[in-house]
């Protein structure tokens, strides 16, 4: 994590995403631009929580790890998103862990600061109010939603989500071969299966197995197998 001292570019990004209204003016001189690499731990599991991110650039995945060490995806997000909410909120740790799948820039905050100039303003608790309840929707049908879909469906949505990111360039439809195993335990398969699904791609012309890598070769085909990205389904 790299803090962006230019404060041109992170007044740009409050224009761009309209929220000026919603940090008061005695919170506006505590919010500091981040940057994180592809592959950068924004936080997590477990973590203490001491700052909450608005994501304004780049794509991140959130997954939750269970107590025998298993993670299961839960979804990628795009902006505009809210990372550390409910931990501010609840004052727990970190629920999830978050990772940047590209470059990513987030405007954070210190708890202190929305502590003490935040609690009571309205337009940043409606606003947070709003974010919350998408997560508690999204997540009270999101295991159910995810499981009922076969290997082919998660996969697909998978490898569209980690290779691809509309706002950089740098993430262009490659796979890591080293990442298989996870993959499989973050869509919530065996990793034989896995590669049963992997070959049938190849077969089927979506994918290409090169020496450490997997290429997508039709991207379209891929969407259509991933039924739109269940993983990055929105409202």
Not at 219 to 226: D, F, M
Request: glycine share 6%; proline share 3%.
């Amino acid at each position: 994590m790299n803090e962006d001292l230019d404060r041109k570019r992170l007044e740009l990004y409050m224009k761009d995403y309209k929220l000026e209204t919603i940090f008061n003016e005695e919170l506006l001189p505590h919010l500091s631009l981040y940057s994180f690499n592809q592959g950068e731990f924004i936080c997590t599991q477990g973590e203490p929580s001491s700052m909450m991110y608005i994501l304004v650039k780049g794509k991140v995945k959130i997954f939750t790890t269970s107590a025998e060490g298993k993670a299961l995806i839960l979804s990628f997000m795009k902006p505009l998103e809210v990372i550390g909410d409910i931990e501010y909120l609840q004052g727990l740790d970190m629920i999830n862990t978050v990772e940047a799948v590209s470059p990513v820039k987030m405007i954070g905050v210190h708890h202190r600061w929305l502590n003490k100039y935040g609690k009571d303003h309205a337009p940043l608790l409606q606003f947070l109010l709003d974010i919350v309840s998408k997560k508690i929707y999204m997540k009270s049908n999101f295991l159910s939603f995810n499981l009922m879909h076969p290997v082919e469906v998660r996969l697909a949505s998978y490898l569209m989500s980690v290779s691809y990111d509309e706002s950089d360039a740098i993430i262009k439809g490659e796979f890591s071969t080293l990442s298989l195993v996870d993959a499989a335990n973050l869509i919530g398969t065996s990793y034989r299966h896995l590669n049963r699904v992997i070959r049938k791609f190849c077969q089927e012309g979506l994918l290409e197995r090169k020496r450490g890598f997997i290429q997508i070769k039709d991207r379209e085909g891929l969407s259509i197998k991933a039924e739109h990205n269940i993983y990055e389904q929105s409202l």
